[in-house]
């Protein structure tokens, strides 16, 4: 049964889930958002010392104390987190900070699951700033992300160049081939190389109430350009008449595009808006505060196959040219 470490590092306190005594290096990076080639210490505090945690003999992972999931630990880098202690807001003139939904559930990221899939949160500018916009991989060649907003600017033929948070080397032109407007989805393609090593599409399956999830977003911002953010929620609805589900994850502009994960490391939805909050009315129903974003709203990528088959490779059995009396 998986318990909960709680680490911290500045002014950051990340709970990981972890199934025996060991978590990994690349699970607190990918926690704290530090640099592949950051170098770490974790440590804990007994008899009024700091204790450094002793490694494994491969050097991955930390070794943990018994009753270390009532314990508080600590992270030393060589490298500052990316993400900083106040978020704001990324989009528009006046940027506001971040207002969490009340009603959000706030669950601990699974730091595994998030090292596993980090080379999978794609992003894009399209303003020629240093704001992320994100996609997500859908085959080795197809990508998807949203078309509200600026991307409603967005047209057949356009091109994106993609990358990826922890895969530096990874820089993909790709076009707009398709647009979805009951999905609000812009299908990309790339023109030669590949986007991933895996077909994400045809193996997902559908969000069921009661899941929980992984979200990737880019809403941080910190010196003029955003960073990742991980999130974790339940899916608190079953799928609205609208084709959404609901996520219990707060969600903030710059999330727009981000992908839904499961806890088996499937990628089941894309993050596509915002369930509203109503304004508070004073004694003549009036507005007396602004509305403000609540949970975020989810599309199942399972529902995106069956309208792009015209553009999924056909399999090597099926080729008709093979075919003969």
């Not at 929980?212 to 079953?238: C, N, Q, V, W």
């Not at 084709?243 to 502009?253: A, C, E, I, P, Q």
């Amino acid at each position: 049964m998986a318990q909960e470490i709680r680490i911290k590092m500045m002014d950051k306190d990340i709970a990981f889930e972890l199934t025996d005594n060991r978590i990994t290096k690349n699970s607190i990076k990918a926690g704290f958002l530090l640099e592949d080639d950051a170098v770490i210490s974790l440590s804990y505090e007994k008899n009024a010392h700091q204790i450094c945690c002793q490694m494994n003999e491969a050097g991955t992972s930390f070794l943990l104390p018994d009753e270390w999931s009532s314990m508080q630990f600590s992270v030393e880098s060589d490298k500052a987190p990316s993400r900083p202690a106040t978020p704001a807001d990324i989009e528009g003139p006046n940027p506001k900070k971040r207002k969490l939904d009340p009603y959000s559930e706030q669950l601990a990221v699974n730091g595994d699951l998030a090292a596993s899939i980090g080379r999978y949160a794609l992003y894009y500018n399209v303003k020629r700033d240093n704001y992320k916009r994100c996609a997500i991989p859908l085959t080795p060649r197809l990508a998807a992300t949203f078309h509200h907003g600026e991307n409603k600017s967005i047209k057949i033929g356009d091109e994106i160049v993609i990358h990826s948070w922890l895969d530096k080397n990874l820089k993909v032109a790709t076009r707009a081939v398709k647009i979805m407007e009951e999905y609000d989805t812009i299908i990309l393609q790339a023109d030669g190389e590949h986007l991933s090593d895996k077909d994400f599409i045809t193996s997902s399956g559908y969000p069921q109430k009661g899941m929980k999830y992984l979200l990737m977003g880019f809403s941080i911002i910190h010196e003029k350009t955003s960073h990742l953010l991980l999130s974790s929620g339940i899916i608190a609805t079953e799928v609205t008449r609208r084709l959404r589900y609901t996520g219990s994850s707060g969600t903030f502009k710059g999330d727009s595009g981000g992908g839904c994960w499961s806890e088996d490391g499937h990628l089941i939805g894309m993050q596509i808006g915002v369930e509203k909050v109503p304004h508070t009315k004073d004694t003549n129903g009036r507005p007396a505060s602004p509305a403000s974003g609540g949970r975020c709203c989810i599309i199942a990528i399972r529902d995106i196959l069956g309208h792009i088959q015209d553009l999924m490779p056909m399999p090597a059995d099926s080729d008709a040219d093979s075919w003969s009396e």
